[in-house]
């Protein structure tokens, strides 16, 4: 486990300065000259190393040029990298070792990008004891962060940080009390991103893709409608820059998680705003879903193709390498397609009305019948609604129905499944977050069913567009051909897991909860 380093910041009236003379006045020290360092500080967009308690440096200084991953609160490193080049930008780019293991469970599939950049001014300060033997490390830093590659530093201030050595805790000590007690320091753990990013204004995990309303349940309801189509409108265009520029696949997915969000808040909190605007914008967003989904299509392919692979016995595994240059090439083809798309008037025009329309002043003109209502008799009624029908279609799901009553199972409980994200902060925690558990997992399993069957069909049909393009290795078409017979017989396993996981979902607890929660706002009845 790493070890603690101690820091204590400086306020406005220290200076580097006055703390070394102090420090050198008390014990014997000697010091070192100036350095200066810089460090670019990386997470993915999402700030997925930082919830997970990591700091990723790359670090630059003479004849130095580091990649160093340190525990968050800390900053003890748990490993360090040379480079000889610019970092990584994906987990399984790294080479093998600590650090890749470390960081490869939380990043997953996505890049790691420049957060920050820190300039330091460093002195080192040691400590001796009578032997002259060195005890204790002092480093005296004032820091500067600025956005990568832009615009002017701003300054950190300075910190004091105690770097220990093993074997002397009792200068460390000793230190410790004198900084505390005389120069009246106070030691932090605060991440040097942190600092960093406040310097600049801004926060760690400034953005997430999930859902996080704080909701009033006498507000009304047109007023959260927007309120909630307002944040999945800003998720939409924090991602286009990285869709634009492809820097990973999650961009895109999570844009067209918002479409999918506001269609289904569009058409599922009924009532709030006229039917013209309902039905108008359900379509212009519709148009977004189907311009980005080939690359979309393209990009799961290829995040699943390791698996694909690993999937066939390893005699048949070469195989495949045709295949992937053919994914790799389309994509290319699908992305320039619809960045061009993307970056048509006739979508900015809809990100643009579309805003104007929900930041405009309430008003008969810009709201429905039920805008006034309270949110919680409205998403009451609504998912007491769908719920019911997601029930009636499960259980007249049997061995011999269709795969088509699946799929059409699927939607609803999509719909359930946004409307509950959208007001679980109406109901109890404990009582409502089971319910999405359940329904999360009857979703993956129709999820499993319905794409392993467009997977299928897919491969098939990349072996017939192979084929017409150019010459394809018999062996390849071959190996795709067994991997068409394996996702059917996933999928067939799927089908068998259905009764199961609709059980769970259904469960006599699930019931009564859905019957407590929800039961009020079913038609007839009073709040």
Known sequence: MAAHTLRYPLGEADSIEAVQTALVSKFRCAGEPDTLQRATLYDSFDWRLHRAGLQLDEVKGEELHNLVLRALDSAAPFETVRLGSEPPRFAWEFPPGLMRERIAPPLAMRALLPQVEVRTRLRLLKLFDREEKTVLRIALEEG???????????????????????????????????????????????????????????????YSSKLDFRLDPKQPAGAVARRIQLQLLDTLEANLPGTRADLDSEFLHDLRVAVRRTRSALTQVKGVFPDAAVEEFKSRFAWV??????????????????????????????????????????????????????????????????????????????????????????????????????????????????????????????????????FQSLYPPLEVRPLIKALKGLLDNLGDFQDLEVQAEKLRQFAHQMVQEGEVPADTLLAMGMLVDNLLKRQQQARETFDSRFAHFSRPEHLQTYESLFGKGKPGNAE
């Open 289 to 422: 879903g189907q311009i980005t989904s080939p690359t979309r299509d393209m990009d799961v392919y290829l995040l699943g193709f390791d698996a694909y692979r690993e999937s066939l016995p390893q005699e048949y595994q070469p195989y495949l390498e045709p295949l992937k240059q053919f994914l790799r090439a389309h994509q290319q083809q699908e992305q320039q397609a619809m960045v061009r798309k993307i970056n048509s008037p006739h979508f900015h025009t809809l990100l643009k009305e579309w805003r104007a329309f929900l930041e405009a002043p309430s008003g008969p003109e810009s709201e429905g019948e039920a805008a006034a209502k309270p949110i919680r008799k409205v998403a009451a009624r609504r998912i007491y609604k769908i719920y019911h029908r997601v029930l009636e279609e499960g259980l007249a799901i049997d061995a011999y129905s269709p795969p088509e009553a699946l799929h059409e199972l699927r939607k609803n409980c999509k719909k359930l499944r946004y409307l509950l994200e959208f």
């Open 144 to 206: 500067q962060a600025r956005n990568p590659g832009r615009g002017e530093y701003q300054p950190m201030g300075g910190q004091v940080r105690l770097l220990p050595v093993r074997g002397y805790g009792k200068y460390l000590s000793r230190v410790q009390r004198f900084l505390e007690q005389k120069l009246q320091l106070a030691s932090q753990q605060e991440p040097m991103i942190d600092l960093a990013l406040a310097a600049l204004g801004r926060q760690p995990r400034d």
